[in-house]
C-alpha cells in the first residue's frame, strides 16, 4: 500500500503564488504514473498535472499551462506542484495521486487552495 501526504496549500490573493508538496511512503515501487488533480464546490474533479515516472514531460491541462509546474524529487519520494499567477479559478481543493496505471489507485486527502 502508498499513503501520500499533501501539504502547502492556503489562502492567497490573485496574481500570488503556492507549492504544494506530496510526499509518498509504503510500497512505492510500484508507482508509474502521478500527478495533481482538484475538485472545486460543484464541479467535477479534474486531473490539473500528470506525469509518467519512467518518461520526462508532463500533461497539463488547458488553463494551467504555463502557470503550473509539477517537479518530482525521486530521493525524497516527493511530488511539487509550483502553482504561480493564481486566479479564483484555481480555489479548490487539490490532491495528489499515484497509482501503476493512470487509474491512480492511491490518493492523497487533500489540501484546500483559496484564491481571493
Known amino acids: 500500500h502508498v499513503q501520500l501526504v499533501e501539504s502547502g496549500g492556503g489562502s492567497v490573493q490573485t496574481g500570488g503564488s503556492l507549492r504544494l508538496s506530496c510526499v509518498a511512503s509504503?510500497?512505492?515501487?510500484?508507482?508509474?504514473?502521478t500527478g495533481w488533480f482538484r475538485q472545486a464546490p460543484g464541479k467535477k474533479r479534474e486531473g490539473v498535472a500528470t506525469?509518467?515516472?519512467?518518461?520526462?514531460?508532463?500533461y497539463y491541462i488547458d488553463s494551467v499551462k504555463g502557470r503550473f509546474t509539477l517537479t518530482r524529487d525521486n530521493i525524497e519520494n516527493t511530488m511539487y506542484l509550483q502553482m504561480n499567477s493564481l486566479t479564483t479559478e484555481d480555489t479548490a481543493m487539490y490532491y495528489c495521486?499515484?497509482?501503476?496505471?493512470?487509474?491512480?489507485?492511491?490518493w492523497g486527502q487533500g489540501t484546500q487552495v483559496t484564491v481571493s
Open positions: 509504503g510500497s512505492t515501487d510500484n508507482i508509474k504514473y
Open positions: 495521486a499515484a497509482g501503476p496505471g493512470t487509474t491512480f489507485a492511491y
Open positions: 506525469t509518467l515516472i519512467a518518461r520526462a514531460g508532463e
